[in-house]
């Protein structure tokens, strides 16, 4: 059931926003997922699911980061090296 609200956004997202960003997102729904087993069914949410879901999120936001604030911050890094 999870799954099925997972892709269900997913396809409403694809048609309101850009494709490629939102392709990104799809590494949500097995996180995602597990949420919903864990409010629908009761199911445990581990330690490990937290840090999954943590790294997933980070990995979306850096993918994500507009690349001009990647070359800002890398000409400040060079310029202070």
Excluded: C, Q
């Amino acid at each position: 059931m999870g799954s099925i609200g997972n892709f269900a956004g997913l396809f409403y997202l694809l048609k309101h926003a850009d494709a490629g960003k939102v392709s990104a997102f799809l590494f949500l729904a097995p996180f995602f997922s597990a949420i919903s087993g864990w409010l629908m069914l009761g199911e445990p949410i581990g330690w490990n699911i937290a840090v999954g879901g943590l790294f997933i999120t980070l990995s979306l936001f850096l993918v994500n980061w507009p690349a001009e604030r990647w070359k800002k911050r890398r000409d400040t890094v060079t310029a202070n090296s």
